[in-house]
């Protein structure tokens, strides 16, 4: 019976010490593309295998988008084989518009004492999740990486695999479609008539912000701010 190889054992513990504080991020995007809290858990698992199978090549650089490119593309090689399966048409992530939901936490950043704002806050936490869950993929991934992980232009654009301007532009049209689908769901709800194009631009700004609520990452924590 031969020893545990040192070297495996300590290249193990350097990945556990990077991969896992990125774990919920993780699970977060997982779960957005994916729309299944199941398929995140497997996908999460493959990816973080796949991590840790081609860890050796990791550079150093920036891990949180190295191994959300790995969930992503872990992601994008299931669906393409389940699309491909179900109908035999190829899969094409520019036009394909999963429906999903999304991970919505309470609003616990609300007023302590305050049921009626907790509750209006809530509501409008809904309204955005599920106007988020109906946008195309290449929209709603950029929207989450973005608004919900802090990641800049440079780390969404190692993840996707697009050109920074490309990821901005995404954003701002995945912004506008955001608010847009918000402004409408408000409007049936409500019975108002169906809303404007430049009600979806002036609701645009007060949107975005409310989307950072719609994650709960596993450890009850928020990251801090992004930079450019």
Known sequence: MTDADPSGAAASG?????ALPHLDAAYNLARWLSGSASDADDIVQEA???????????RGENARA??????RNTWLTEW???SDAADGTPFDESTHGLHGEGHLPGWDDAAPGDPEMLAV???ECALVRDALATLPVVYREVLVLREMED???REIETIVGVPAGTVMSRLARGRQMLAAAVLA?????????TPTSGDARSTSAQVTPLARHTRLPLDGTRRGGRDE
Do not use: P
């Open 14 to 18: 350097r990945f556990e010490a990077l």
């Open 121 to 123: 806050r809530r509501d």
């Open 48 to 58: 973080y295998l796949r991590a840790l199978r081609f860890f050796d090549g990791f």
């Open 66 to 71: 190295w191994l959300l490119a790995i969930v």
């Open 185 to 193: 769901a408000r409007a049936t709800r409500g019975g108002q008539e």
């Open 151 to 153: 990641m800049s232009y």
């Open 80 to 82: 393409r084989r389940r």
